[in-house]
T-cell receptor, first 116, second 112 residues
């Protein structure tokens, strides 16, 4: 099992450009999560899908950020008009829902986004 | 709301020292508690998971115990090695709420 695959590993964009980040979850996992990691804020939840349906996007910035899961094998996080404050490591995770109702998340290695 | 607090931002030990990292949590729901570990250039990975059905977990020489009365959850290891150098996160999972809530992390540095 290859684990969660995130591409690209590194992305550099100019201010105002668009960035699309890709995630391939572990085969058979029913949920996909997106987190953002910075030194100042730590690990912040952004959004998650279960069985491809959006469930909770409470952590997503209201503007410029969107996430999709068009099929069970990949999810994308799109940031329009990137700003320097969007620079972070974006982490994707997938999970199987446990019988006790709590998720165990398996993370990819992340995409480091740098906005110049 | 649901939250996790780790007060120790950084811990520096020598090899074979005893490790103790504490965290406290707050939730009105049934908690599941995790310790995740993150090495440079990688995503966090599961180290231990403890549910309300038990109050202790053991993995790779690490032991985690939670106390419902004090809502504390600590991680310990009897003898650390240089390879244990990493960032350790205390994580709260809330029943049927999907997302996990991460603490601020504790960076463990081991002097050879």
């Amino acid at each position: 099992n290859a684990g969660v695959i995130q591409t690209p590993r590194h992305k550099v964009t100019g201010k105002g450009q668009e960035a699309t980040l890709w995630c391939e979850p572990i085969s058979g996992h029913s949920a996909v999560f997106w987190y953002r990691q910075t030194i100042v804020q730590g690990l912040e939840f952004l959004t998650y899908f279960r069985n491809q349906a959006p469930i909770d996007d409470s952590g997503m910035p209201k503007e410029r950020f969107s996430a999709q899961m068009p099929n069970q094998s990949h999810s994308t996080l799109k940031i329009q008009s990137t700003q320097p404050q969007d620079s972070a490591v974006y982490l994707c995770a997938s999970s199987l829902e446990d019988r006790d109702g709590a998720e165990t998340l398996y993370f990819g290695s992340g995409t480091r986004l740098t906005v110049l | 709301g649901d939250s996790v607090t780790q007060m120790q931002g950084q811990v520096t030990l020598s090899e074979d020292d005893f490790l103790f990292i504490n965290c406290t949590y707050s939730t009105t729901w049934y908690p599941t508690l995790f310790w995740y570990v993150q090495y440079p250039g990688e995503g966090p990975q599961l180290l231990l998971k403890v549910t309300t059905a038990n109050n202790k977990g053991i993995s790779r020489g690490f032991e985690a115990t939670y106390d419902k009365g004090t809502t504390s959850f600590h991680l310990q290891k009897a003898s650390v090695q240089e390879s244990d150098s990493a960032v350790y996160y205390c994580v709260l999972g809330v029943y049927n709420q999907g997302k996990l809530i991460f603490g601020q992390g504790t960076k463990l540095s081991i002097k050879p």
